[in-house]
């Protein structure tokens, strides 16, 4: 089968690269984590905010991001703290509420910079 025109899995990125300044704390140090958004290409109709899996990264997304977005919806995402373009200890996920946390600043910060109610 053909892939969709436009929408090829390598090389694809995210139009708007660490848009929030997102800072979270890690042993101790404070660490940075890259935010990612894919506008909607007409108006918005809602608003994505995705999720990577362990051992991955926000990018491997993108292409999902650029089908929503062509389809009306908004999508952010980031890379959680230690992958992809994070700082922090490398693969090293401490709890499931401290990823819990960094999502929710990642969605305040969305809703407060963007005006999504």
């Not at 979270?24 to 890259?34: A, F, M, S, T």
């Not at 491997?60 to 995402?77: D, I, M, P, Q, W």
């Not at 994070?86 to 910079?113: M, P, T």
Request: hydrophobic share 40%; proline share 3%; with cysteine.
């Amino acid at each position: 089968m053909a892939p969709l025109e436009g929408f090829e899995w390598r090389g694809l990125v995210f139009p708007e690269i660490d848009i929030l300044d997102l800072r979270v704390e890690q042993n101790g140090k404070e660490i940075k984590l890259k935010s990612y958004r894919w506008p909607a290409s007409d108006e918005r109709k809602a608003v994505v905010f995705m999720m990577h899996g362990y051992g991955s990264c926000c990018p491997h997304t993108a292409v999902v991001a650029k089908y929503l977005a062509r389809s009306g919806y908004e999508v952010f995402g980031m890379d959680m703290r230690g992958m992809g373009e994070s700082e922090g200890v490398r693969g090293q996920l401490d709890n499931c509420e401290v990823i819990y946390n960094d999502y929710w600043q990642l969605i305040f910060e969305a809703c407060k910079k963007f005006k999504i109610n």
